[in-house]
């Protein structure tokens, strides 16, 4: 049994006063109340966040822990998308099992580690037969069950699935697997039709989509908009998930706003990954002017429902970083101006719980206790240095703390 006093709730707060106490039992929310009222239980161990910021435990939705920590291997690509595509692609044809397992442990200690319950992998899928990665994360999923949920994506170009049956093929292997479609879509011929291809299997097979889209800087690249229309016209609305959609910054406002009312409609969640598009769009000739993150300030408004994520780590994409997804958040409340960092919280939390098929309560009685507690007194404090309060933090899971938590 856990106590948790004197804490500042990021997200979901209930009304009754700035600061809350929580009392955890057999692993879940058994009571909470405002700070003072409710009584200690015999034996209780206490923990007193001190007005310190708790939030639920992290969800990380778009993530690449198959070709994780490469970097030394294949070079950075100095923000060259393309670039980097073709050089995974001579990577990856050398790739074993245990070297992908031994990436997908690294990643998923380090995210645990910084208090990330639930993540998402996308998986290179570049043709249509399963690649050996699936075989390995099915692994990693039963080793690290009541840690870090896990969930995986197909990242299968367009071309491929767009023919014949190759989608309804693949669908078929990812509906066995658990896991959801995924595609590269970008200004490809014949888009359309092609992506139609993807919405009628997953339909057919009863799975999730989840893709990556617009992923540059051209204003033409308008694909989001198609996949507002084929998700309610394939019965698929509020099971698709779009990553990226960079080009939606380079659009008329009137053209954007109108995607972003579409994919509201249509229960599109849109997820932004601040780090690799800052690296991969924009000028590397001079200082670029475009910051290559979505419209995250206008889809909320929309109604969209927006998650921030880590995308890739320390490969050719983005040859930096790690998998604390605060740092993802410091990063993209800068990149996009957002005003109140308070008020997006929850799109590394909550937001991303919810697409990926968590209840969006987590501070009701009877939820999951699984949080992180901050020394930080806030957002703001959260993003300050000031005594490292980013790494200063206690993960709660399941009632009880982590003790043995060690940052990377």
């Known amino acids: ?60 939705i778009h993530t690449h822990i198959d070709k994780t920590h490469v970097v030394a291997e294949t070079g950075a690509a100095a923000g060259d998308l393309f670039a980097a595509i073709g050089r995974m692609a001579a990577h990856r044809a050398t790739w074993t099992a245990d070297q992908v397992a031994s990436r997908m442990e690294r990643a998923l200690g380090e995210a645990w580690s910084w208090g990330t319950r639930m993540l998402r992998t996308h998986l290179d899928w570049p043709a249509v037969e399963a690649p050996l990665a699936l075989e390995v994360f099915a692994d990693k999923r039963r080793h690290w069950a009541g840690r870090v949920e896990l969930q995986a994506v197909s990242l299968t ?46 339909a057919d097979a009863g799975i999730a989509l989840d893709l990556h889209v617009d992923e540059g800087l051209d204003a033409d690249a308008a694909a989001l908009a198609s996949v507002a229309r084929l998700a309610r016209a394939h019965g698929l609305a509020g099971r698709v998930v779009c990553g990226h959609a960079c080009s939606l910054a380079m659009q008329p406002r009137a053209q954007a706003l109108a995607t972003l009312d579409a994919c509201a409609a249509a229960g599109v969640t849109l997820v932004a990954l601040p780090t690799t598009n800052a690296y991969l769009q924009g000028s590397w000739d001079e200082t670029p002017v475009e910051r290559g993150i979505t419209r995250v300030a206008e889809a909320r ?5 927006v998650c921030f994520a880590t995308d890739n780590v320390a490969d050719c994409f983005y040859p930096y970083g790690g998998y604390d997804l ?35 309560a987590p501070f009701a009685p009877g939820a999951g206790a699984d949080w992180v507690v901050f020394a930080a007194r806030g957002a703001a404090g959260l993003l300050a240095p000031e005594g490292r309060a980013r790494a200063r933090r206690t993960v709660i899971r399941n009632g009880g703390i982590v003790d043995d938590r060690t940052p990377h």
């Open 301 to 305: 408004a929309a109604g969209v429902r």
């Open 157 to 202: 170009p367009l071309e491929v699935l767009g023919e014949g049956d190759a989608a309804a093929r693949v669908a078929r292997a990812l509906r066995a697997a658990g896991a959801a479609m995924g595609a590269f879509v970008y200004r490809q011929a014949d888009l359309e039709a092609r992506l139609g291809r993807v919405f009628r299997a997953a």
């Open 1 to 60: 049994m856990l106590a948790l006093r004197n804490a500042h709730l990021g997200v979901a707060a209930p009304p009754g006063g700035p600061l809350f106490d929580l009392l955890a039992r057999d692993g879940r929310l058994a009571a909470i109340g405002p700070a003072g009222t409710l009584p200690l239980p015999p034996g209780a161990r206490v923990l007193d966040a001190r007005g310190g910021l708790v939030v639920p435990c992290f969800a990380d």
């Open 326 to 360: 605060v740092d993802i958040f410091d990063k993209a409340v800068l990149l996009a101006h957002l005003r109140d960092p308070a008020a997006w919280l929850d799109a590394i939390t909550v937001a991303p719980a919810a697409a990926m098929g968590a209840p969006d």
